[in-house]
């Protein structure tokens, strides 16, 4: 499930992340929510290793992390594509 769950927080959070950050980017829309579905995943996966908890479903904590994954990749994405 945990898997599965980042995917689909990855996918809101690249939509939040383009909202959090606007502009134009190398890539348009789809390329931003593949980065967010990327940054979830990285993002649970790194705060799992930190310790920030287990990636275990849909709650608060989860998706806060899949949207912070998803604005440092963007921006990461932004800073190498310019």
Same mark, same amino acid.
């Given at each position: 499930m $945990?898997?599965?769950a980042w995917i689909i927080f $990855? !996918? &809101? @959070? $690249? *939509? &939040? @992340?383009? !909202? &959090?950050?606007? $502009?134009?980017d190398p890539g348009g829309f789809i390329i931003t929510i593949i980065i967010g579905i990327l940054g979830a995943v990285v %993002? %649970?996966?790194i705060g799992t290793a930190l310790g920030f908890g287990s990636v275990? %479903?849909?709650? !608060? %904590?989860?998706? /806060? *992390?899949? /949207?912070l994954g998803a604005i440092v990749l963007l921006v990461l994405y932004r800073v190498v594509r310019r």
């Open positions: $945990g898997f599965f $990855g !996918l &809101i @959070a $690249g *939509i &939040i @992340a383009k !909202l &959090i950050m606007p $502009g134009k %993002g %649970g996966w275990d %479903g849909f709650n !608060l %904590g989860s998706f /806060v *992390i899949a /949207v």
